[in-house]
Nanobody, 117 residues
Framework: QVQLVEFGGGLVQPGGSLRLSCAASGTIFSINAMGWYRQAPGKQRELVTHITRGGSTNYADSVKGRFTISRDNAKNTVYLQMNSLKPEDTAVYYC???????????WGQGTQVTVSS
């Protein structure tokens, strides 16, 4: 089993920045990709970005150029730097980890990000 604990989030004005972090524990060796999803009120959960253990990344078009994911394998932690935040970025952000064969997904408890003036 893998446990994911998220840190960060909160209220920020449009154009501002926030940094989220997600620490993994448990059977870390079973994990390849880690990333972030988000879910806004009344909408489906969507992929924001993910990064493999080898460092390959993927971003949703809506966050390209504004968000950056990074990973510290030694600390079993993944980070999401969010810049130039927009009101439409408001959502609950969930950390996600995926097993090597993609058969098992683990989720954090979620952290609220609110972008508002």
């Amino acid at each position: 089993q893998v446990q994911l604990v998220e840190f960060g989030g909160g209220l920020v004005q449009p154009g501002g920045s926030l940094r989220l972090s997600c620490a993994a524990s448990g059977t870390i060796f079973s994990i390849n990709a880690m990333g972030w999803y988000r879910q806004a009120p009344g909408k489906q959960r969507e992929l924001v970005t993910h990064i493999t253990r080898g460092g390959s990344t993927n971003y949703a078009d809506s966050v390209k150029g504004r968000f950056t994911i990074s990973r510290d394998n030694a600390k079993n932690t993944v980070y999401l730097q969010m810049n130039s935040l927009k009101p439409e970025d408001t959502a609950v952000y969930y950390c996600n980890a995926l097993s090597w064969d993609s058969s098992t997904a683990y989720w954090g408890q979620g952290t609220q990000v609110t972008v508002s003036s």
